[in-house]
Each structure stands twice: as C-alpha cells, then as structure tokens.
C-alpha cells in the first residue's frame, strides 16, 4: 500500500492526573482508566444541540465525507520526542513510540474511513454475552451442528465496532391514495357454496405534514448492507439494532482498545437510496393513527417528500459475536452468527442446522418399525402353518408400519418447521417503529367517493399502508472492499477474508433439509406401501 504522511494524525492523549498515556476503557465502569494511578476519566458526550425540526440544507460529519484515499499506511510524528512512526490503520489505531513509550492515537479524521464521527462505547461485559448466548445454544443445540456447539467457548467470543451512519432529517411530505371503511360483513349462498361478502364505503385519502427523523441508523459496511438471507445471516447483526445513539460520545482511540474495528467502505450517496425507503417505511407507519377509520386498508398511490435539512454523521456502535463459518462439501459456506447488542443486551442468532441428525432423527424409527412389521408378518405365517393358533392375515404388520408412518409424518412436520427456526430468516430492525420520529403540521383530508357492495377480500385490493421496503438486498454495485478491519484478531481475519470475496448462492442448510426430508419421506412411504403389499401376498400364499 502507498504511504500517506501526515504530522497532525498522530496525538498522545494522557491521563489528566498524571500524565502517562497508558490508558484504555474498563467496561465494567464504562470510563477510561489510567493504568498508572488508576483514576478514571469520563468519556466526553456528543453535544448535538441543533434540533432536527430545524435542520436546513445538507450537512455532513467530518468522519461521514467521501472516503478518496484508501491507503492505510500513515506515518505520524510523536508530539513527544519527533520520532516518527508508521501506522497501519487496519490492524490498529494506536501505537507505541519506541523512543519514549508514549501511546500515540489517531484522533483525527482520516480520508480511508477509518475515523468516525462518534463512538458509542461497550457496556455489555463478555460475561453477560456469553451467558445470554449460552442461554440460546442450550435452546439450538439439540439440532446445530457438533462443531458449532463445541466451539462456543468465552474466547471465541469477538467484541468488534461495526460502522454505521446516523441520519437526522427534517421532511415534508405529501401522501394520497384511497382508503376503504367496512360496513358491513355477510354470506351468500349455502352449504358448500357459501361465501363471505364486504360492503365498503371507499374514501380518496390526503395527508401533508412535517416528518422529524431522528438518529435513523443504517449500516455503513457493504458487507453487512447485504441482507439477503438467502445467502448470509447479516440479518442477525441486523436484528440487534437500534443502539442507545444518544449516549454516543466523541471518538477517542482509546475506546477501541481490545476490539476489533471493521472499517466504513461505503459513502453516502451508496446510502441515499435506502435511506429514502426506510423513510418512507417511517411515513407508512406513522399515519396508521390518522387513517385508523379505515379498517379495510389503504392504497396510498402517491409520496411526495421533500428534505428541508439532513445531517450525516458515523459512528462505531458495539457487538458481540460469536461466529461460525459453515462450509459445505460443495465448497459453498455461509457463516452463522449469534450477537448481542453491546449496549442494550439484545440478542439474535443463527444456527446451522445438522441435517444427518435431523434425517435419522425422522427416519431411523420408521425403518426400525419396517423391521418389525415384517417380523410380526414372519411370525404369524409360521404360527398359522404350524399351529392351531390363526392370526389374520397382514394386520399386526400393518398396525407397525401405520405407527412408523405416523412418527415419521409428525415428526417430519415438527422438525422441519423447527428447523426452519434456528435459520432465523425474519429476524430484523424494526426501522419503521424503532427509529424516533415525529409528525407535525398534520393536515387530513378524506373526501367519500362511492359505496362498494359485494366484495369478495377481507381487506382492500393493493393496500400498502403497512408495505415494508427498507429492508431489501444493495445492488450488486456498490463499493465493497476486502480490507481487514483495524484492530482485527488473527481468527475474525480469517472469517472475514473467507466470506468478502464474490458472493455465490448458498443453498441454506434448512432448505435442504426440507428438501432432503420430503424426498425421504416420500422414498420411504413407497417402500412401506410395498412392503405391506409383499406382506399380505406372502400371507396368501401360506
């Protein structure tokens, strides 16, 4: 990589009681403690006094502008002696001088996205992580994979910094469509021609007013941007949202000490389209108050939204993170993960399932019941050859295989729904109820227009009042970067360097698992259904 030199980059912070620069957070006190006298420093608060209902224009954080240098190589002078020393931002974010032992920190924003605007710092202990995640894997593990449950250990636990930027907007916005009110609810017809009818009263619906957005967070990480769960579980990361943004503080490189920090790569124009959906989310779900009155739906046709002001800035939000990269014989893998949220607590998993143990889970008492059946079938034909003793032909044999039959179906039914679960595919942030917003300035105007009679839905053709679009896949174009994250341990390394190249389609463990089971169950009913038939030829003969 090119070597960047810059002589304001590198500062050393130190402890204002004694001076050493040895200093790091405790997350057990959440401040910063000198390891030399022990006193601990406060962290100093984001002052963010400009309200969003008065934001005008575009305004956009040092740590948020356009990421133009990707270099990451960057030689910085030690204010305290001159020496100079070079830098790698993607492995650290600090150095030591090794002339006068001072602890050097890059402060100051740099042009690779490696600096943000606001950090907010670990609150949630390893300990209380990994016991909320022991909790998960006790409920998972009866179906995971040996290799996942056996790796769950404290040190294989990762505290990491994920970039995210945060979005304060001040809106106009204009909404119209049609909405539809129930009147009446009826059948027609009898027997099993019956059907239910709706009247419904259908109303043209207009609404203007002042939309405030505040701290709207959306993940400035191409890879984690990518939420299609149909190849990655970035979903679960997703899920853990939203984090405490009001409690951010100023960046300071002695918070990430100890963790690993994954670098932002994307800029705000790869954002503006989601941004706008998930406002648009926001807009959706808080007119359901004011458009109550119809309970059939609403069909809004029209959105209008104009950005008075918008402020940009980033932040490095805190994770905890268990991993675990799932690789297939075909040389495909996906990796699972479970996180907590670092400052909340909130945790969501994903757990690869093992697809042999659920298949002989469904199938082994089946067969076993094959077995018997064809046993009790053996039994009967040499009791009513050799003995006075007549057993009707094909009935205990019949009564085994109806019982492997039924367990296979139930548990097959139960498994594979199961199953389904540990992938936990709709797990996400509620972006549309959990980011703070308000509405001012409300105008209603709903105008009748006709009474509609005989309907055959329960609710309105086309109503996307409660649509959710925020949450789709990035286009496959947007800026990703395989760099390593600054801070990064050897092991999240080798995760995320096995998983940022390409993407191909994975076919999920649980989709084939479903796909396997219903081949299986439907093999193995035919091969019952035959041996019931061998069975009772077998008994006319004899």
Request: aromatic share 8%; glycine share 6%.
């Amino acid at each position: 990589m090119a070597e960047s030199k810059s002589k304001n980059v590198g500062k050393i912070l130190k402890c204002p009681h004694c001076g050493s620069s040895d200093v790091s957070f405790d997350v057990t006190i959440g401040k910063l403690k000198c390891q030399h006298c022990k006193s601990e420093i406060e962290p100093e608060l984001v002052q963010d006094d400009e309200n969003p209902a008065f934001l005008k224009g575009k305004i956009v954080g040092s740590g948020a502008e356009k990421i133009i240098d990707s270099n990451s190589m960057i030689t910085m002078k030690c204010t305290s002696c001159g020496a100079a020393i070079t830098l790698n931002t993607d492995e650290a974010m600090s150095a030591r001088c090794p002339w006068c032992r001072h602890t050097l920190s890059i402060n100051d924003k740099l042009p690779n996205g490696a600096v943000p605007d606001m950090i907010l710092p670990f609150r949630v202990t390893r300990e209380y992580a990994f016991a909320e995640m022991a909790g998960y894997m006790k409920e998972h593990k009866s179906l995971a994979k040996k290799q996942f449950v056996n790796d769950f250990k404290p040190e294989n636990l990762m505290g990491v910094f994920l970039p995210y930027m945060v979005v304060d907007m001040n809106v106009s916005a204009e909404m119209s469509g049609e909405g539809e009110h129930q009147t009446r609810r009826y059948t027609v017809g009898s027997g099993d021609n019956e059907e239910t009818r709706y009247d419904a009263d259908l109303y043209s619906v207009h609404r203007k007013f002042d939309l405030i957005i505040n701290d709207l967070t959306i993940e400035a990480s191409s890879d984690k941007l990518n939420q299609n769960a149909l190849i990655n579980t970035n979903n679960i990361v997703n899920a853990i949202m939203p984090f405490d943004t009001q409690n951010a503080v100023k960046w300071d490189a002695r918070l990430v000490k100890g963790y690993a920090c994954e670098k932002r790569d994307v800029n705000i124009n790869d954002l503006d389209k989601k941004v706008k959906l998930q406002v648009e989310d926001i807009m959706r779900y808080q007119m359901q108050d004011s458009i109550s009155l119809f309970d059939r739906g609403v069909r809004w046709d029209k959105m209008r939204l104009e950005q008075k002001g918008v402020k940009w800035n980033t932040a490095y939000m805190p994770v905890w993170l268990y991993c675990y990269l799932d690789r297939k014989s075909n040389g495909e893998s996906i990796l699972h993960y479970i996180a907590v949220n670092a400052r909340t607590g909130e945790m969501v998993g994903s757990s690869p399932v093992d697809v042999k143990r659920v298949l002989s889970i469904i199938f082994i008492v089946p067969l076993i019941c094959l077995v018997i059946g064809h046993l009790i079938d053996a039994f009967r034909i040499f009791l009513n050859s050799h003995t006075d003793i007549y057993i009707t032909p094909g009935e205990p044999g019949l009564i085994a295989f109806g019982l492997g039959f039924m367990w296979m179906l139930i548990t097959g039914i139960g498994l594979g729904v199961t199953a389904f679960g540990y992938r936990n595919k709709r797990a996400r942030h509620l972006h549309e109820k959990e980011t703070s917003a308000a509405i001012n300035n409300l105008e209603v105007d709903d105008v009748f227009k006709e009474d509609r009679r005989g309907l055959r839905n329960s609710q309105m053709t086309s109503r996307n009042d409660n649509r959710i679009r925020g949450i789709q896949q990035q286009n496959a174009g947007m800026f990703v970067s395989n760099k390593i994250a600054p801070g990064d341990s050897p092991k999240y390394k080798a995760i995320r360097q096995s998983v940022v190249a390409p993407q191909k389609t994975v076919s999920n463990n649980t989709d084939t698992a479903k796909a396997v089971a219903i081949a299986a169950f439907i093999v193995v009913w035919i091969l019952m259904i035959f041996a019931m038939i061998a069975s009772a030829m077998l008994s006319l003969l004899f």
